[in-house]
């Protein structure tokens, strides 16, 4: 699968156009979303970027395991020779075109996990101590 790389500044138009590119490109096209709604503004980006995409599409929320979410698009067979797909709508977790949206806050979601010591997992709608002091300054 020929892999296509979009860069682009916060807000640039980067998700419209995938969105754009993978309608031209046709098939059965998975988004992986790995947003989190952590306020209001991201809610309705969310709710914006949701209502762009054709609602045959399938979406997959994947905040952190990036890997599981693309094995499931893609289905990745392991020795019984039968597609893992588990995405809902995914057809034998089999697509044409993969839209990861977005890398950057997929690594900000990593980093936020690492933060609690001794957790391996820390929800990425949770704010560190203080986040809200700062915000606000």
């Not at 977790?93 to 997992?121: E, F, R, Y």
């Not at 560190?128 to 606000?136: E, F, L």
Request: charged share 25%; glycine share 10%.
């Amino acid at each position: 699968m020929p892999v296509t790389l979009l860069l682009g500044g916060a807000r640039s138009g980067k998700s419209s156009f995938a969105v754009e590119y993978a309608t031209r490109l046709g098939g059965r096209v998975a988004v992986i979303a790995t947003a989190p709604p952590v306020d209001d503004d991201m809610a309705r980006r969310i709710a914006r970027h949701r209502a762009e995409r054709p609602s045959e599409w399938v979406t997959i929320e994947e905040p952190v395991d990036l890997l599981a979410a693309l094995d499931s698009a893609v289905g990745d067979d392991d020795a019984d020779g039968v597609a893992d797909g588990v995405a809902d709508g995914v057809a034998d977790g089999v697509v044409d075109v993969v839209i990861i949206d977005c890398l950057t806050l997929w690594t900000s979601n990593l980093m936020w996990q690492g933060l609690a010591d001794g957790q391996s997992s820390r929800p990425p709608s949770v704010s560190p101590p203080g986040a809200d002091r700062i915000a606000h300054e």
